[in-house]
């Protein structure tokens, strides 16, 4: 069941950082509602295991996350920043980058999404690398 978009209060959201207690699962299905797909439950759990993450909740729902990819010294990358269709455009995204920032050791360098750009640059991200991509088909 997705919860209703109340636009007014976001106060109740808890962001909490290197958040322990993200499950697979629950990521899985924010991922689902973000970018429907196939994901395997145990690949994503080792994948999540690797990553600074920090989750967005409300009323203890998975509603955000953003993963931080970082060496610890020479370079950071934020995988994904994926937000509730329903919470969108409320604050969330911003307070999840605002937290990689914060507690990522390095400086993070990430592609957007086309149509995206202009939220990041609102954020303070200046556009850097060329990011380039070659596709394998993920694993199930």
Do not use: H
Not at 72 to 79: A, K, Q, S, W
């Amino acid at each position: 069941m997705r919860p209703i978009r109340q636009e007014t209060d976001m106060a109740d959201v808890a962001y909490e950082t290197n958040d322990g207690t993200l499950t697979a699962e629950e990521f899985i299905g924010l991922a689902q509602r973000v970018w429907p797909g196939e994901y395997n439950a145990r690949l994503v759990e080792e994948a999540l295991a690797k990553t600074i993450n920090t989750t967005a909740r409300r009323g203890g729902y998975l509603v955000g996350c953003v993963r931080v990819l970082t060496d610890g010294y020479l370079f950071g990358t934020v995988p994904e920043l994926m937000v509730d269709p329903v919470f969108q455009r409320q604050g969330v995204g911003r307070r999840l980058m605002e937290l990689a920032w914060e507690n990522s050791p390095t400086s993070l360098f990430f592609g957007a999404q086309p149509g995206n750009e202009a939220f990041f640059r609102k954020l303070g991200y200046k556009r850097s690398l060329t990011s380039f991509g070659r596709r394998k088909p993920r694993l199930k």
